[in-house]
């Protein structure tokens, strides 16, 4: 008997285009000598439990979706102490994280990956009492990914992120917090801030200086200032966009720890999910806890080298939930 497999994936994302390839992604998986059980995503936390119930009981498990399907996989994964490798299919509308990795965007081929590649033992982030794979972030924007109409996305596509993110330009909100980190504490004002295990998050890349790497133990940060005037949040964008290789605006930080304390409950997202309102956030960094399946190691060294990443899209997020729930609306 082959090994078993457990195949998780969410019907909707991507304007569902895994229904035009599930039989031939499922027969990839036969012919890898994997006896496979598939399952398909109910709710928003479904594939949590899920891979959290069966984890002890399959040698691999394969999902299929954004980047948010991938977070919940593997939050139940870490969820219940059992390492069993991960593959993934990306099948969402950004996919920063398998940008990251070095997989193909062409489903049948990244089946492939996922059922015959190597394993890379990859970071985790523990938020609090969560995870994340590849960013958690608040501040502008980051409510774009899970407030934009699924039908409007499918319409639009990234235009409509961007029609949506700059109506918080005319009212940006922000947060004042004391940021502790390896003895350090800063304390000011900001409007955005994330911490990443990503080669790109939003198609941004390069923003933290030196080498970037997916297992090396430390997270990037990057905290963006509340500009005071027109000419700091032209230095800020200046930044953003690569033009800048340095900038007043804004702290970028390596570290495997991380505290953040504000007056006030801030919104979090993770892997561009709602990820509730904290006052106080833990971040610790969970070396090479998940054994993610990749296609060769060195693909992924060679991508933090690139000087940008080709097709990455522009604001982040997949947003799983509001797919599945416009998609089984009546």
């Given at each position: 008997?082959?090994?078993?497999?457990?195949?998780?994936?969410?019907?909707?994302?991507?304007?569902?285009?895994?229904?035009?390839?599930?039989?031939?992604?499922?027969?990839?998986?036969?012919?890898?000598?994997?006896?496979?059980?598939?399952?398909?995503?109910?709710?928003?936390?479904?594939?949590?439990?899920?891979?959290?119930?069966?984890?002890?009981?399959?040698?691999?498990?394969?999902?299929?979706?954004?980047?948010?399907?991938?977070?919940?996989?593997?939050?139940?994964?870490?969820?219940?102490?059992?390492?069993?490798?991960?593959g993934y299919i990306p099948a969402g509308s950004t996919n920063d994280f398998?940008?990251?990795?070095?997989?193909?965007?062409?489903?049948?081929?990244?089946?492939?990956?996922?059922?015959?590649?190597?394993?890379?033992?990859?970071?985790?982030?523990?938020?609090?009492?969560?995870?994340?794979?590849y960013v958690a972030a608040f501040g502008i924007f980051t409510e774009v990914?899970?407030?934009?109409?699924?039908?409007?996305?499918?319409?639009?596509?990234?235009?409509?992120?961007?029609?949506?993110?700059?109506?918080?330009?005319?009212?940006?909100?922000?947060?004042?917090?004391?940021?502790?980190?390896?003895?350090?504490?800063?304390?000011?004002?900001?409007?955005?801030?994330?911490?990443?295990?990503?080669?790109?998050?939003?198609?941004?890349?390069?923003?933290?200086?030196?080498?970037?790497?997916?297992?090396?133990?430390?997270?990037?940060?990057?905290?963006?200032?509340?500009?005071?005037?027109?000419?700091?949040?032209?230095?800020?964008?200046?930044?953003?966009?690569?033009?800048?290789?340095?900038?007043?605006?804004?702290?970028?930080?390596?570290?495997?720890?991380?505290?953040?304390?504000?007056?006030?409950?801030?919104?979090?997202?993770?892997?561009?999910?709602?990820?509730?309102?904290?006052?106080?956030?833990?971040?610790?960094?969970?070396?090479?806890?998940?054994?993610?399946?990749?296609?060769?190691?060195d693909k992924i060294k060679a991508i933090s080298t690139m000087d940008e990443?080709?097709?990455?899209?522009?604001?982040?997020?997949?947003?799983?939930?509001?797919?599945?729930?416009?998609?089984?609306?009546?």
């Amino acid at each position: 008997m082959g090994q078993k497999l457990l195949f998780i994936f969410n019907a909707h994302s991507g304007k569902g285009k895994i229904k035009d390839n599930l039989a031939a992604i499922l027969d990839t998986f036969v012919k890898a000598g994997y006896e496979v059980t598939v399952y398909t995503t109910q709710c928003q936390g479904d594939a949590i439990e899920k891979a959290k119930k069966e984890a002890g009981n399959y040698d691999r498990i394969i999902c299929s979706g954004g980047d948010g399907t991938l977070d919940e996989v593997i939050t139940g994964v870490m969820k219940s102490g059992t390492k069993v490798p991960v593959g993934y299919i990306p099948a969402g509308s950004t996919n920063d994280f398998g940008n990251s990795l070095g997989i193909d965007k062409d489903m049948v081929h990244a089946a492939d990956i996922a059922a015959n590649g190597i394993k890379f033992p990859c970071d985790i982030g523990e938020f609090n009492d969560d995870y994340f794979v590849y960013v958690a972030a608040f501040g502008i924007f980051t409510e774009v990914s899970y407030t934009t109409n699924q039908s409007l996305k499918n319409m639009l596509g990234h235009v409509a992120y961007i029609l949506e993110g700059a109506k918080q330009l005319l009212d940006i909100p922000s947060y004042r917090m004391q940021v502790e980190y390896d003895g350090n504490v800063i304390y000011d004002e900001f409007i955005y801030g994330m911490i990443t295990n990503s080669m790109s998050v939003g198609g941004f890349k390069g923003i933290i200086p030196g080498d970037i790497s997916l297992n090396d133990g430390v997270f990037e940060i990057t905290l963006v200032r509340t500009p005071k005037n027109p000419i700091e949040l032209n230095e800020i964008l200046t930044f953003l966009a690569g033009m800048s290789k340095d900038s007043n605006m804004i702290y970028t930080i390596q570290t495997n720890h991380i505290k953040m304390t504000s007056n006030e409950e801030v919104p979090w997202t993770l892997d561009g999910e709602f990820g509730g309102n904290h006052q106080v956030v833990r971040v610790n960094n969970c070396n090479k806890a998940i054994e993610i399946v990749v296609e060769d190691e060195d693909k992924i060294k060679a991508i933090s080298t690139m000087d940008e990443i080709e097709d990455v899209d522009v604001i982040d997020s997949d947003n799983d939930k509001s797919e599945i729930d416009d998609n089984n609306k009546v």
